[in-house]
Structure formats: structure tokens, C-alpha cells
């Protein structure tokens, strides 16, 4: 089955970077394109970025858009995201999100908390 684990979150104070991974397993992880949302306490879970099954092409949500970095290792079915000048806005669980025969799978998350 579709498993994906999440990693890497923690407390970070405003400025700092953090590197989050996502381990996939339970498909053909190098045809798939993968995405990275997050979900703050109240609030509805919000795109972020997604990179193609090559890695060649990535998107972002414009408010990450020159801080946030997609990329993937598929001969380690990872997908990572880099977090630099992170902001007390960015502050949520993040998860990441694949779809494999129309049914989307996320993992349980990893918190990511921005706070002096």
C-alpha cells in the first residue's frame, strides 16, 4: 500500500531554515509527481509546491516562492523540501501528497514551528 513519512520538522526562530523529507513506498515513486501542502491550527490545508516525476519542474504557492525548494531523489523515493528565511506565518504541520490511480494519499505530517 501507499505509505508516505514525513520528517525533519521542529522549533526554529524566525530566519532560520529547516529541511523536511517525505520517504515514499507502495508505488512507482519515479512517475509520479509529488506535492508538499501544509495545514496551520485553524485553517484549511494549503498547496505549497510540487515537483514533476523527473524533478525538472517544480511550482510553489507565491508566498514561498523564493524561500521554499522542491526536490526529489528518486533513487531514494524521497521528496525533500528546503525552508530558508522562514517567517512565523509558515508555521503549521506539513505533509506531503501523492496521487496514484485518482485516490490522493498524504502522510500524518511533521510540525513545523517558527517562534523566537
Known amino acids: 500500500q501507499v505509505q508516505l513519512v514525513e520528517s525533519g520538522g521542529g522549533l526554529v526562530q524566525p530566519g532560520g531554515s529547516l529541511r523536511l523529507s517525505c520517504a515514499a513506498s507502495g508505488f512507482i515513486f519515479r512517475n509520479k509527481p509529488m506535492q508538499w501542502y501544509r495545514q496551520a491550527p485553524g485553517k484549511e490545508r494549503e498547496f505549497i509546491a510540487t515537483i514533476s516525476s523527473g524533478g525538472t519542474i517544480t511550482d510553489y504557492k507565491d508566498s514561498v516562492k523564493g524561500r521554499f525548494t522542491i526536490s526529489r531523489d528518486n533513487a531514494k523515493n524521497t521528496v525533500y523540501l528546503q525552508m530558508n528565511s522562514l517567517k512565523p506565518e509558515d508555521t503549521a504541520v506539513y505533509l506531503c501528497?501523492?496521487?496514484?490511480?485518482?485516490?490522493?494519499?498524504w502522510g500524518r505530517g511533521t510540525q513545523v514551528t517558527v517562534s523566537s
Open positions: 501528497n501523492v496521487r496514484v490511480a485518482t485516490k490522493d494519499y
